[in-house]
């Protein structure tokens, strides 16, 4: 059974960037579409983008366009999202999930890496 | 964008009995919303995708309904492990979007 497991909680200051982590286990990652979604503290769920590992293409939601960049390691069956110029309105757990190609329901999911922006 | 309105926002049960949860896509989405179940610790859970198919391992007292705009979970005579968060997501197009999430609590 295909396993992810997330980066540990960081804790970044305003205007910096940070890079989180998603390995997937149990299967090869290029075989899979490894989506993300935050979550702020006591909010709903909204999904970020997506990335296709075996080429590299991607789409983000409108308003992650510039904040958020997705990239996969195939080597190390890793995706990551890198999130850019950071405010209090990023602190928020993220999720990393995956599907096969095709679906975009998310059977497997994260244990979610929480983002803390503060000074 | 989709927008997908959940109702309602909370809902308070006791066990043995049934509830249902609704939600109202902006626009048609065909059969494609899926229903997850949110619990601290856990990692979230995916109940049932294509508006009614459960996925392998969710129990049966779970249903889903609908299409085009409306759509309900429906989940009868109650367990304790139901009680949680759980939240309603449309997958017919990008981007992908979620309803506002639902709060089961025991009564």
């Not at chain 1, 909010?43 to 997506?50: F, S």
């Not at chain 1, 602190?91 to 922006?117: D, E, K, M, R, S």
Request: glycine content about 8%; proline content about 4%; overall charge positive.
């Amino acid at each position: 059974e295909v396993q992810l497991q997330q980066s540990g909680a960081e804790l970044v200051r305003p205007g910096t960037s940070v890079k989180l982590s998603c390995k997937v286990s149990g299967d090869t990652i290029i075989a899979y579409y490894m989506h993300f979604v935050k979550q702020r503290p006591g909010q709903g769920l909204e999904w970020i983008g997506r990335i296709d590992p075996e080429d590299d293409s991607t789409k983000y939601a409108k308003k992650f366009k510039n904040k958020a960049t997705l990239t996969a390691d195939t080597s190390s069956n890793t995706a990551y999202l890198k999130l850019s110029s950071l405010t209090s309105e990023d602190t928020a757990t993220y999720f990393c999930t995956t599907v096969v190609p095709g679906i975009n329901w998310f059977a497997y999911w994260g244990q979610g890496t929480l983002v803390t922006v503060s000074s | 964008d989709v927008q997908m309105t959940q109702s309602p926002s909370n809902l308070a049960a006791s066990p043995g009995e049934s509830v249902s949860i609704n939600c109202k896509a902006s626009k048609s989405i065909s059969k494609y919303l899926a229903w997850y179940q949110q619990k601290p610790g856990k990692a979230n859970k995916l109940l049932i995708y294509s508006g009614s198919t459960l996925q392998s391992g969710t129990p049966s007292r779970f249903s889903g309904s609908g299409s085009g705009t409306d759509f309900t979970l429906t989940i009868r005579n109650l367990e304790p492990e139901d009680f949680g968060l759980y939240y309603c997501q449309q997958h017919n197009e990008y981007p992908i979007t979620f309803g506002s999430g639902t709060k089961l609590e025991i009564k």
